[in-house]
């Protein structure tokens, strides 16, 4: 006789069902240990581990081929390290998934009225810096040039002169990619002469909201305003300006964000 368990008493082991096993065998992702000329399967003691892996791994929804790279590992690191990997990328999507049910009900929250003021800003001299820029790339641009540019201050012994923003321009908006400019506002007598590197933002009306929570919400604020200007006010194409009045240099906590959204409208 075949050594080992029979396929119904391994099922009770391993809590796989008899169809389970035999679906298992026939794509080589659990073979047993032996066929006796009956046909029926037996399975050895030491394959519970690998059934009981194989069960917890289909539940996190790995991929049969996956699985089977796993299994066939030899190196227990190397077997380690794969899951390692597979972990990580469902905790990222765990996390994602979380962002986006958040948003939801955010979005669900919220209510039609939104507090929209008018400002004219003054022009005002910027350190800036610029890149043309998918909507995927702004996140990564952004957490460099910033910690950039407070050094260049730093070094300058110039403090800020106002919050941190960036200008979006509209092709941004419109298209795959678009021009973004991150600044930093800087007093006037703190500009060195000629250097290239600071410029002056022009003066603009603006139409303003502030948009409280995750940078990845603004679009609500952002459609609730442009509904605002579309009704109220005369659009103009230059770029929108956002400032971050509280932002990921002040707090770890995105629903803390506080972000200024100015839309430039005619006088």
Do not use: N
């Not at 059934?51 to 539940?59: F, G, S, V």
């Not at 209510?111 to 909507?135: E, K, N, Q, T």
């Not at 003066?203 to 604020?221: E, K, L, N, Q």
């Amino acid at each position: 006789m075949t050594p080992g368990v029979t396929i119904g008493e391994f099922s009770r082991l391993c809590h796989l069902s008899a169809k389970t096993l035999r679906y298992y065998h026939d794509i080589e992702l659990l073979v047993p240990a032996g066929v006796d000329g009956t046909g029926y399967r037996r399975y050895a003691p030491g394959q519970v581990d690998d059934a009981h892996l194989i069960r917890r791994l289909r539940d996190l929804d790995m991929p049969i081929a996956e699985i089977r790279g796993v299994l066939a590992e030899p190196d227990p690191a190397a077997r380690q390290d794969a899951l390692a990997r597979h972990l990580d990328r469902m905790e990222a999507e765990l996390t994602r998934t979380r962002d986006v049910v958040a948003s939801l009900r955010r979005l669900l929250g919220s209510g039609p009225d939104l507090p929209v003021r008018y400002r004219r800003a003054p022009g005002s001299p910027v350190l800036r810096m610029s890149a043309r820029l998918a909507r995927t790339e702004v996140t990564d641009f952004c957490r460099r040039v910033y910690p950039e540019m407070y050094a260049i201050l730093g070094a300058l012994g110039t403090d800020p002169a106002g919050p941190a923003g960036a200008t979006y321009s509209a092709e941004f908006f419109e298209g795959e990619t678009g021009d973004v400019v991150a600044f930093v506002p800087v007093a006037a007598s703190a500009v060195p002469p000629g250097d290239d590197r600071f410029d002056i933002l022009p003066p603009t009306r603006y139409a303003i909201a502030v948009h409280s929570g995750p940078f990845g919400d603004c679009d609500i604020t952002y459609g609730r305003l442009g509904l605002h200007v579309a009704e109220h006010d005369i659009a103009l194409p230059d770029p929108i300006v956002e400032l971050y009045l509280v932002g990921p240099d002040e707090t770890d906590d995105p629903d803390q964000f506080r972000t200024e959204i100015c839309w430039p409208i005619q006088p």
